[in-house]
Each structure stands twice: as C-alpha cells, then as structure tokens.
C-alpha cells in the first residue's frame, strides 16, 4: 500500500476560477453559422463573468474549495460525435458560405484547427501525467484488517487500479485466492502462496517426523501435509473469531483470506469505541489459546509415540505461537490493536493510539529482525549447534527479515489508514460540486458552452423539454471538439446517460460519499437536493485531488 502519491497546491486554499470548459484558442477565421437562422455561435471569453451580467439560470452550486484539476484525460466510455456538414443544414446557401468561407479562411482555419487539436492533446497529457494516484483503492484502504500469526499487512482488498477521474473501484467479489465457502456469509479464499507454504510445511515437519516416527518411511509427508491443513484449519478458526465479533458489532466483513503467513479478516469499518475495538481484536488470540488447549486434553489419552500424539502435539505447540505472537503489543498484531484501545481509551483520540501501537510495531520489528536469529542460536528457541547449523542460522536469518519486514510494513500502512480515516470527512460533495447550466438535448455545443460561460458554470447537464435531467456531456469529450466544429455538434452526442446510481446526494461526505461514487464508476455525477432539485455535477477527478490535497496535510 503506498502513500499518497500527489502534492498539495501551493499558495492559499481559496478556489480558482476555470471556464465552463478548457477552451482552444480560437481561430481567426470565423466559422460558418450552423444554418441561415440557427443560433449565435460565438464562444464567450473564457473565464467568470461579471456578477451583474445576466445569463441563464444555473443549477446552484458553490465553487470547490480545494483546487479542481482538470479531467481532460479522464478515460471514459467513448460516445459517437455527430459531425453533420453545413451542406446537410444549410442548403445551397450553406453550401456557398462555406466555399466562401474556406477560401477566405483557407489554410488559417486548417491550422488553428490543428492548433486546437495539438492544444486539446498537449492539455490531456499534461493531465494524465499530473494526476494522484494515491488515492487508489481509497475505500479498500480503510479496512480494518485482523490478521492471524505475523498479522501480514499488504494492501488491503483487490487494490484494483484506478483510471484517471475515476473514483476508487473494487470489483463486486473480492477475490483473492480459491474460494473455499461462505461460513457466515463471509467468504473465505485460500492464496496461491498458500500452497508454497503448505509445501514448506509439509517439508519441515517431514524431517522432523523422520527422526521421531522413522517407521513411516515416505508416508511421513502424508502426514506433514495433514499437519500443514489442520494448522491452518486453526488459522481459519482465529481469523473466524474476529468476524463474528465483527459481525455482533454491526461492522461489515469483506472477506477472510488464507496466506503465506497466516491469515486476515479484511474488516470493512472501524470499530465505534475502544472497548470493542479491544474485543475485537482480542477474541483471535483468545480462540487460539482455546484450540491450543483442546489439543493438550486430547493428547492425555494418546500414546505420546504414535502419529496422532505428534499431530496433537504439533497442533498444540503451534497454535500457543499464534496466540503468543498475535499478543506483542505492536500493530499490525492482535495485540498491537489491543493496545491502541487501551490508548484511545486513555486520551479518546483514535489517532494517538494508533501512532503509539504503530511505533511500538515498529520497535518490534527491529527486535524480530536482531533477537530471532540470536534467540534461536543460543538455545533458547530449541535450536542447537549441529551439523546443520550454518544452514539453520540462514534460515532463521531469513525467516526473521521476512517477518520484520511484514511487521514494519504493516505499522506503517496502519498509520496511513488511521490518517485516510482522519481526514475522509473532509470529502463533502456539496463543497467539491460544479455549478452546472441545463442544455436540451439538440443544443449546439458551441451554444451550450455560451451559456456556461455566461453563467459561470463549469459543467453542462442535458435535459428534456420539462427541465428534467438526462444525461451529463462529459468534459473529456467536449476538448476533442475542435472549435470550428462545435456549431455542428449536440451536445447530445457528448453526454452520458444518467443512470440512479449517477445521482448523488449533496448531503454526502466522507466514506458514504465513496461508497455513493463506487456504486456507478463514472467520471461526472449530478448532485441533488434531498428535493430532488439539480444541485450542481460532481467531477470524480476533483474528488480525487481533493482526497489528495487532505492527505497531505498534516495530522
């Protein structure tokens, strides 16, 4: 999971008035009219008109605080353009003026046509290569995640990329791995690097059986490999603790994945208090204490010699490390969110406990990487000085940088979540909304963005002959309009039907603003009242970059 990639704006805060729409320069040539009475043509001056000048009506909206960039190279769906020629509308008369017209103009419209291309091109791939990305993923990013043994911290859910001007997309199933069932309703996937690590297992505890039971000759991996299952059959018991929990707690579980290192539990929201965060993360290591003593009673009665007394006792001895381990006092560990309640219970600031059970996680790590290696040389973890021991002291070498490294990760991105957290309130549609003009459906666009710019909007909603909307023309297609082809072009053709998921709320903040935008990935969005009146267009990019400029202040 990487941070935030963007850079705030430098200067004040205060919003910065744009066009209605990047406009080229416009030619000297004039234009031939549409039609002989067709409508006036000329494009306003760009930039917001003086309040007192009249213009049409717009849909109310306040200008952005935070910067908006432009979204010219926003991906979206393409939309066919009508490109209709003036002998089509305009008869012999159109036809003669438009003679006229290329010879007067002659290779001057040619190139300010191309000039406007090369000005429209330029523009888009300023943009793409100005654009954040990292606010990809924002929602999957604010996971709680619960994880069994090292608690491994990569990126939470899918991390499905983000196209620019888009708002944050994950897939409708999860996915991960091989999907094993639905206990709860929760779906459980096993990762490819699972089976890597089942093979290890399989291999190790096949050497270690080979000494203790050397009767069983090849079988011994039969049986390493039933070890390996059941153990993680235990992990899936850990990792299921926290999602009942989750559940009693009305917090929505995405999924439970099976890994390399054990497991996690991809928790959608944090918990309200710090008591139930405690639980919530205590109940894991608390279950695995549990299992570890089950296989203790049910080794009484077993032969300590025979392959169900060394499974048991495997089975016992590993799930007491689960719960050990899980109980160091560092995120991204069980014990680690334990104490960032007992924190935020202390001080009632989320945010101070995450920061002191993050730099503990930290400090923890450091110790794994030094003290694994020396613990287990000395003795004190069982391993000794034999034949094997240079290979021993690599192994464990390389297993502890493994494991510093997941934990020093996972610290890290547990403090990003908590400052993402921090700062998604800061996400108000009715601050990030564009004032928009409503256009009908056969209004030209060079018409049409005569009345934005007069009315100093930014954004075009189309709408039928009762002023209710249809379709929202996209930013990105009106720069691939020349201008000398705008009078010949509906806006129609550049717009995107509006679907109910498209329509949001200008009450919406934070994550249920995210949430309101993963619905319907789009660029644009129409903003509306509780009365269902058009408040204004929501641009996906001016989400994003505000998400940016908040995450880059400081906590």
Do not use: C
């Not at 438009?98 to 103009?105: C, I, K, Q, S, T």
């Not at 610290?411 to 549609?429: D, K």
């Not at 949001?504 to 603003?513: H, M, Q, R, T």
Request: proline share 9%; charged share 20%; glycine share 10%.
């Amino acid at each position: 999971m990487s941070g935030a990639s963007g850079q705030p704006r430098s200067g004040d805060d205060q919003p910065t008035d744009h066009p209605a729409v990047p406009t080229p320069p416009p030619p000297a040539a004039e234009a031939p009219a549409p039609t002989e009475d067709g409508p006036d043509t000329d494009t306003a001056a760009t930039g917001t008109p003086d309040s007192n000048t009249p213009g049409p009506k717009a849909a109310r909206a306040e200008e952005p605080e935070d910067e908006t960039p432009d979204t010219t190279g926003t991906t979206a769906p393409e939309t066919e353009t009508h490109e209709t020629g003036a002998d089509e509308t305009g008869g012999d008369k159109a036809e003669a003026d438009g003679a006229e017209a290329d010879r007067a103009g002659g290779d001057k419209v040619e190139a300010d046509g191309a000039k406007a291309d090369r000005a429209g091109g330029d523009k888009a791939e300023a943009d793409e290569a100005k654009t954040p990305e990292g606010v990809r993923d924002t929602a999957a990013d604010t996971h709680a995640t619960h994880r069994t043994l090292a608690h491994t911290e990569p990126p939470t859910g899918p991390a499905p990329g983000m196209a620019k001007g888009e708002p944050p997309r994950p897939p409708k199933e999860p996915g991960g791995g091989i999907l094993m069932g639905r206990p709860f309703g929760v779906p459980v996937y096993v990762a490819p690097s699972w089976f890597l690590v089942a093979a290890l297992i399989t291999w190790v505890f096949g050497g270690q059986l080979d000494r203790v039971l050397p009767e069983l000759g090849a079988a011994r991996y039969l049986v390493s490999l039933f070890f390996a299952v059941a153990f993680y059959a235990s992990v899936l018991v850990h990792e299921l603790a926290h999602t009942v929990a989750a559940i009693r707690f009305k917090l929505p579980v995405r999924r439970i994945q099976l890994q390399f290192f054990g497991g996690v539990s991809e928790i959608e929201k944090e918990a309200e208090t710090p008591g139930r965060e405690f639980v919530l993360a205590f109940v894991g290591p608390l279950l695995s204490l549990v299992l570890a003593g089950l296989f203790y009673l049910a080794m009484k009665p077993v032969q300590p010699g025979t392959v169900p007394g060394v499974l048991l006792a495997g089975l016992m001895v590993s799930n007491l490390i689960v719960a050990a381990f899980n109980l160091l006092p560092g995120l991204p560990l069980d014990g680690g969110r334990m104490l960032r309640a007992v924190v935020w219970k202390i001080t009632g600031k989320p945010m101070s406990g995450t920061v002191a059970a993050a730099w503990v996680g930290r400090a923890l790590a450091v110790a794994v990487l030094v003290g694994l290696p020396l613990l287990n040389s000395s003795g004190g973890l069982g391993g000794g000085t034999g034949e094997s021991g240079g290979m021993d002291t690599v192994t464990d070498a390389l297993l502890a940088a493994i494991l510093a490294a997941i934990i020093w990760t996972g610290a890290g991105n547990s403090l990003r979540m908590a400052r993402l957290r921090e700062h998604l309130p800061e996400l108000r549609a009715r601050t990030l909304t564009r004032r928009a003009v409503p256009v009908e459906t056969d209004t030209p666009l060079s018409e049409a963005l005569r009345r934005a710019n007069a009315a100093g909007a930014r954004a075009l909603v189309v709408v039928d002959a009762d002023g209710h909307p249809l379709s929202l023309v996209r930013e990105s297609a009106i720069v691939g309009v020349p201008e000398h082809r705008r009078p010949w072009v509906p806006v129609s053709s550049l717009a995107q039907d509006l679907t109910d998921d498209m329509r949001v709320s200008a009450e919406l903040s934070g994550e249920e603003l995210l949430d309101a935008l993963r619905a319907a990935p789009a660029t644009e969005y129409l903003v509306v009242e509780n009365t269902g009146e058009i408040y204004g267009v929501l641009s996906a990019a001016d989400v994003e970059r505000a998400f940016v400029k908040a995450m880059a202040r400081p906590s």
